[in-house]
């Protein structure tokens, strides 16, 4: 076969073969880039023969590559904030080398800052803040100019008219840089350091704390407080500075240099005022440090830094980073969790499990997908077999027995990676420790965690394989086989007045009948809701639902595939019959009544049912809290489809909120280009102009669109409207009840029904904030003081 071009003939061309070319120049910015990644990384030789090395190499290319070395630089500062002390003497042995160099360094430092404040940055400014206060161990910038940056950051804080989390983040991001700068600081400017920290410490007295009941992941304090992240900074850094200043984590390569940085000419920072607040801004939230380990937790090796120790808090940052950057890889992140420096000094495995669950379980929800820190642990168990499996085995049992005052969004958390964990190890797990829960109550939460975590498992394995991995002892707490329940060939199906219709759909279904055949079965079923003294027959008819809706879904009970496509194919009739609420909920609860011993059929046909449409998210919120659905309240997989149902209207209005943003956007410009000269648009091409006109939204599709989402915004206030007076309605009904009977009204229904209520508020803050006035005024005025107590943590929260 012939593989040469048909141009290969011509004459005229040079037939050279061309390869890409990368630029000299290209090469020599991809080495430098590399060279300054690398450096720190473990060689044969010493970190500081690196440096020197390096900074000669610098130095060299500093006319030709400038721009470049200041970028990568910059990078590397902000981003890897774990060799924040490497690159800092870098910068430091340039600085002596090339003051100039020095200087314009500082000045894009200082605007990466501002930048960052300004693009609502915070981790990115943080670590810039901190970059340039280790500026000052390595006599780049003086201390009198850093200090003024810290007093402009505290000043910010003393603003009574901005949201709290605001002047929050101030605080904690100059608390944070201290343990790098307190030494040196202290040293040259004390009585200005003492000043600062007097100012701070005014500022934690007076804040409120409204919001730290709703992040705790226990309700109790023992055996370790839930402290909130600022009052334990704080307590770390008196410490430090009642040990004068002396940590033992921080590596500071600068010392070796000492003698060279000492001579070099220092920086002053310019005068930085941090950017007013505005209402666009979104600050981070608040949280509580979490607890899991002591000293005492730990068998014989090293010692587990005290919970108000500075290197508590800096190995916990440390492990905390490397999760960020590596969250994507499992396996690298695993790894490198393992290859902590300091990892002989401390007792890592219980380090790296306390702050992977306290990620896990971060209020109100953790930063990264759940599976992602179950698959981190998988790992770790991989590459430490003959330690990593026996310290999770400890945390969990700690989890257990603790269980009792877990916070219910914990408490889901703790099931879904346990779940996973299990069957990912075969199942296999020592139930026999924990058979103590086969005395409580079944609403208690260590049965029910069992119960909770058997149905999780069910759903990653078998039916027959979850039976016998369990104790016999344990089988009241196993899920019931999950086979439909259909009413209509049940022993009572002869009495039911829907029984003939039924089979005749059955056969109908089978031999491929269209929707209008089944509408027309149908039709002649009677109302029940039909009474003589009625003069309009209505048009619900829960029976004509009932034989429909468990007719289909039982012949489709094969797998979730067959279900699909019945639900599709005969879409047409469910929207025929789903005429309204009460008939949307008549199919949700017939849904129920064939599938109750399959919680996760149930969970995916309703979010089947939301997307076709055939039922509105306020009927499935208001068959959640309905009487028929009261025996499954205090069960996961109900809330799994509240939250659901939620999400679902979130996005929705999400999406036509951008919708709407993008179609503003181009009428703008579009009225921008009609301005222009008639001679452009005739220089136009017949293609462009043509379609310029199919892409630009008019005026009146625009006004629709607005409507649109109007409406969709009504929808999402409704729902949540819907479940907050249930809730309410509920939860004062149970409170009245027991005050009547003279009862405690601390149950194990209540514990669950008021964590599923603050589990709303959390889980979803960012669109209930929105409505938290219209919820005041409508429902959150005359309740009782324990409901009012966790919307007032909520308003805390996000006010």
Same mark, same amino acid.
């Given at each position: 076969m012939?593989?040469?071009?048909?141009?290969?003939?011509?004459?005229?061309?040079d037939r050279?073969?061309?390869?890409?070319?990368v630029s000299?120049?290209q090469?020599?910015e991809?080495?430098?880039?590399?060279?300054?990644?690398?450096?720190?990384?473990?060689t044969?030789?010493s970190?500081?023969s690196?440096?020197?090395?390096?900074v000669?190499v610098l130095e060299?290319?500093?006319?030709?590559?400038?721009n470049?070395?200041?970028?990568?630089?910059?990078?590397?500062?902000?981003?890897?904030?774990e060799k924040?002390t490497?690159?800092?003497t870098l910068?430091?042995?340039?600085n002596a080398?090339?003051?100039n160099f020095?200087?314009?360094?500082?000045?894009?430092?200082?605007k990466?800052?501002?930048?960052?404040?300004?693009?609502?940055?915070?981790d990115?400014?943080?670590?810039s803040?901190?970059?340039l206060?280790?500026l000052v161990?390595?006599?780049v910038?003086s201390?009198?100019?850093?200090?003024?940056l810290l007093?402009s950051?505290?000043?910010?804080?003393t603003?009574d008219?901005?949201?709290q989390?605001?002047r929050?983040?101030y605080?904690f991001?100059?608390?944070s840089?201290?343990?790098?700068?307190?030494?040196?600081l202290?040293?040259?400017?004390?009585?200005?350091?003492e000043?600062?920290?007097v100012?701070i410490?005014?500022?934690?007295n007076?804040?409120t704390?409204?919001?730290?009941n709703a992040?705790?992941v226990?309700?109790?304090?023992?055996?370790?407080?839930q402290e909130?992240?600022?009052?334990?900074?704080?307590?770390q850094?008196r410490?430090?500075?009642?040990?004068?200043?002396a940590?033992k984590y921080?590596?500071r390569?600068?010392?070796?240099?000492?003698?060279?940085?000492?001579?070099a000419?220092q920086?002053s920072?310019p005068?930085i005022?941090?950017?007013?607040h505005?209402?666009?801004?979104?600050?981070?939230?608040?949280?509580v440090?979490?607890?899991m380990?002591d000293y005492?937790?730990?068998?014989?090796g090293?010692?587990?830094?005290?919970?108000?120790s500075i290197?508590?808090?800096?190995?916990?940052e440390?492990l905390?980073?490397i999760?960020?950057?590596?969250h994507?890889?499992r396996k690298?992140?695993?790894?490198?969790?393992?290859?902590?420096?300091?990892?002989?000094?401390?007792p890592?495995?219980?380090?790296?499990?306390?702050?992977i669950?306290s990620e896990?379980f971060?209020?109100?929800?953790?930063?990264?997908?759940?599976?992602c820190?179950?698959?981190?642990?998988?790992e770790?168990?991989?590459?430490q077999?003959s330690?990593?499996?026996q310290?999770?085995?400890?945390a969990?049992?700690?989890?257990?027995?603790?269980?009792?005052s877990?916070?219910?969004?914990?408490?889901?958390?703790?099931?879904?990676w346990?779940?996973?964990?299990?069957?990912?190890f075969?199942?296999?797990?020592s139930?026999?420790?924990w058979?103590?829960?086969?005395?409580?109550e079944?609403?208690?939460?260590?049965?029910?965690f069992i119960q909770?975590v058997l149905q999780?498992c069910?759903r990653?394995?078998?039916?027959q394989?979850i039976?016998?991995?369990?104790p016999v002892?344990?089988?009241?707490?196993?899920?019931p086989?999950?086979?439909?329940e259909y009413?209509?060939?049940?022993?009572?199906?002869a009495?039911?007045?829907?029984t003939?219709?039924?089979?005749?759909?059955v056969?109908?279904?089978?031999?491929?009948c269209?929707?209008e *055949?089944? %509408?027309?079965?149908?039709? !002649?079923?009677?109302?029940?809701? $039909?009474?003589? =003294?009625?003069m309009v027959?209505?048009?619900?008819?829960?029976l004509?639902?009932?034989v429909f809706?468990?007719t289909?879904l039982?012949l489709g009970s094969k797998s979730f595939?067959h279900?699909f496509?019945?639900i599709?194919?005969?879409?047409?009739?469910?929207?025929?019959?789903a005429?309204s609420e009460?008939?949307?909920?008549c199919?949700?609860?017939?849904?129920?009544?064939?599938?109750r011993?399959?919680?996760?059929?149930?969970?995916?046909?309703?979010?089947?049912?939301?997307?076709t449409?055939?039922?509105?998210?306020s009927?499935?919120?208001?068959?959640?809290f309905?009487k028929?659905m009261?025996?499954?309240?205090?069960?996961?997989?109900?809330w799994?489809i509240l939250?659901?149902?939620?999400?679902?209207?979130?996005?929705?209005v999400?999406?036509l909120?951008a919708?709407l943003?993008d179609?503003? *956007?181009? %009428?703008?410009?579009?009225a !921008?280009?009609?301005?222009s000269? $008639?001679?452009? =648009?005739?220089?136009?091409?017949p293609?462009?102009?043509?379609?310029?006109?199919?892409e630009?939204p008019t005026?009146e599709a625009?006004?629709?669109m607005?409507?649109?989402l109007?409406a969709?915004?009504?929808d999402?206030?409704?729902?949540?409207?819907i479940?907050?007076q249930?809730?309410?309605?509920?939860?004062?009904?149970?409170?009245?009840k027991?005050d009547t009977?003279?009862?405690?009204?601390?149950?194990?229904?209540?514990?669950?029904?008021?964590?599923?209520?603050?589990?709303v508020?959390l889980?979803?803050?960012?669109?209930?904030q929105k409505y938290?006035?219209t919820?005041?005024?409508l429902l959150f005025t005359?309740?009782?003081?324990?409901?009012?107590?966790?919307?007032?943590?909520?308003?805390?929260?996000?006010?």
């Open positions: 012939n593989r040469r071009r048909p141009y290969e003939d011509d004459e005229g061309y050279r073969p061309k390869r890409r070319r000299d120049n090469e020599i991809d080495r430098l880039e590399s060279l300054i990644l690398r450096v720190g990384e473990k044969t030789s970190l500081e690196n440096l020197e090395g390096l000669a060299a290319d500093l006319g030709t590559f400038r470049k070395i200041l970028r990568i630089l910059i990078d590397c500062a902000v981003k890897l904030p924040c490497i690159y800092s910068v430091g042995l340039l080398k090339n003051y020095g200087g314009e360094f500082v000045d894009h430092m200082v990466n800052f501002k930048d960052s404040l300004k693009n609502c940055k915070w990115s400014a943080r670590y803040l901190r970059f206060a280790d161990n390595c006599n910038i201390a009198v100019s850093l200090l003024q007093e950051m505290v000043d910010a804080s603003d008219t901005v949201p989390v605001r929050d983040w605080v991001s100059v608390l840089t201290l343990p790098w700068v307190g030494r040196d202290y040293e040259k400017k004390e009585s200005a350091l000043n600062l920290l100012r410490e005014i500022f934690l007076k804040r704390k409204k919001h730290h992040l705790r226990w309700s109790v304090d023992a055996p370790h407080p909130e992240y600022l009052d334990c900074l704080w307590a850094i410490k430090l500075r009642n040990e004068s200043w940590e921080i590596p390569p600068y010392l070796a240099f000492d003698s060279i940085l000492c001579e000419l920086h920072l005068q005022t941090p950017p007013p505005h209402e666009s801004y979104v600050y981070p939230m608040p949280w440090v979490y607890r380990f005492t937790d730990c068998p014989d090293p010692i587990l830094p005290g919970a108000h290197e508590r808090f800096l190995i916990e440390h905390h980073s999760i960020e950057t590596h994507l890889e690298d992140c695993a790894s490198q969790l393992l290859s902590f420096p300091y990892k002989n000094k401390i890592l495995e219980y380090c790296i499990v306390e702050v669950f896990l971060h209020m109100p929800t953790p930063r990264y997908l759940e599976v820190y179950g698959s981190i642990m998988i770790l168990c991989k590459l077999p330690t990593m499996p310290v999770l085995a400890q969990t049992e700690i989890l257990f027995m603790r269980i009792d877990m916070n219910t969004s914990c408490f889901d958390r703790f099931v879904n346990f779940s996973y964990h299990l069957s990912n075969q199942f296999r797990w139930w026999d420790d058979d103590s829960c086969l005395f409580l079944p609403e208690h939460p260590r049965p029910k909770e999780k069910l990653l394995s078998y039916y394989r039976k016998d991995m369990m002892a344990y089988e009241k707490l196993l899920p086989m999950t086979t439909p009413k209509y060939t049940s022993e009572d199906a009495s039911l007045p829907g003939a219709t039924a089979h005749k759909l056969v109908a279904i089978r031999q491929k269209t929707p *055949e089944i %509408l027309n079965e149908l039709k !002649d079923l009677p109302n029940p809701r $039909d009474t003589e =003294n009625d027959e209505s048009t619900f008819n829960p004509k639902i009932d809706t468990q289909l039982n595939s279900t496509a019945a599709s194919k005969f879409h047409y009739v469910f929207k025929q019959l005429d009460e008939a949307q909920i199919i949700l609860h017939n849904v129920f009544e064939l599938w011993n399959h919680q996760q059929m149930i969970v995916v046909i309703v979010d089947k049912l939301l997307k449409q055939i039922v509105e998210c009927s499935v919120a208001t068959w959640v309905s028929e009261s025996s499954e309240f205090t069960k996961m997989y109900l799994e939250h659901l149902t939620i999400k679902k209207m979130n996005k929705h999400m999406k909120s919708e943003a179609a503003k *956007e181009k %009428l703008a410009k579009d !921008d280009s009609s301005s000269d $008639d001679s452009d =648009n005739e220089s136009m091409t293609k462009k102009k043509k379609d310029e006109t199919v630009k005026e625009v006004e629709k607005e409507e649109k109007e969709a915004y009504g999402q206030k409704r729902i949540f409207l479940i907050f249930r809730f309410i309605m509920i939860l004062s009904e149970h409170l009245v027991c009977d003279g009862r405690d009204f601390s149950t194990d229904w209540y514990r669950w029904t008021i964590g599923r209520l603050q589990q508020f889980v979803h803050h960012e669109q209930v938290s006035s919820l005041e005024s005359q309740v009782d003081s324990h409901i009012l107590d966790v919307f007032l943590q909520f308003v805390a929260l996000t006010k």
